[in-house]
């Protein structure tokens, strides 16, 4: 459900909306996990076997796999995340403004998280392996702020880059999130009523001479 509308300033205006395509989100956002729950469960296949035996000769000692932490992990891993990724996945939403880009998630409540473009010190497009299999032309745009770098334990700097995740057209997204950048940092700095009437260089062709 779109509820971008409950965080628009007045006279905020949304150039471009848009949301993830499915099977990229929830394949990027849970095969690693599904994965290494398989493999969990695989050790604990023993256990679950002998269990599944007890209870059907109606002991009561086969009851004891769900006392397990081991056990409850393992269906976490791999029921959890693809659950909670589907369930969150209509609430994800994103947008360009003439002011920032929004990104709408949540899964009990609406989350919302916003980047001003003058804040914004770099952004990519990356298309991943799922996107190429099941997206079509899906891909995400990274977008990287000063506050989205942290330090970890040992002092190593870590990006958690804002991310357009999934979506359609992502080159043309990305060039047109780029010219809505520019024109909003320039107008930051530059504002109309200082600007000259003529600005030999700006969008000039650099010239060695």
């Known amino acids: 459900m779109r509820e971008l509308d409950k965080i628009l300033d007045e006279k905020e205006k949304v150039f471009w909306e848009g949301k993830p395509k499915f099977w990229p989100f929830l394949l990027g956002g849970s095969i690693v996990t599904t994965i290494f729950g398989l493999f969990w469960m695989l050790f604990l296949i023993p256990f679950i ?15 004891g796999i769900f006392l397990l932490p081991h056990f409850w992990i393992g269906i976490i891993l791999v029921f959890g995340i693809p659950i909670y990724q589907i369930l969150v996945y209509k609430h994800v939403y994103y947008a360009i403004t003439n002011k920032r880009v929004l990104f709408q998630k949540g899964l009990i409540g609406r989350d919302f998280e916003m980047t001003d473009f003058d804040q914004i010190t770099n952004a990519e497009v990356n298309v991943g392996l799922f996107d190429k299999l099941f997206g079509g032309s899906s891909g995400s745009i990274l977008i990287s702020t000063a506050g989205s770098f942290t330090y970890g334990r040992h002092g190593q700097q870590i990006s958690r880059p804002y991310s357009l995740r999934n979506i359609e057209n992502p080159y043309e997204v990305f060039k047109f999130f780029k010219k809505v950048s520019h024109a909003v940092k320039t107008d ?22």
């Open 49 to 63: 076997v002998i269990a599944a035996i007890n209870i059907a000769q109606g002991g009561l000692f086969g009851w």
């Open 188 to 209: 930051i700095q530059y504002p109309n009523k200082y600007r000259p009437q003529t600005n030999p260089g700006y969008n000039s062709d650099y010239n060695p001479k």
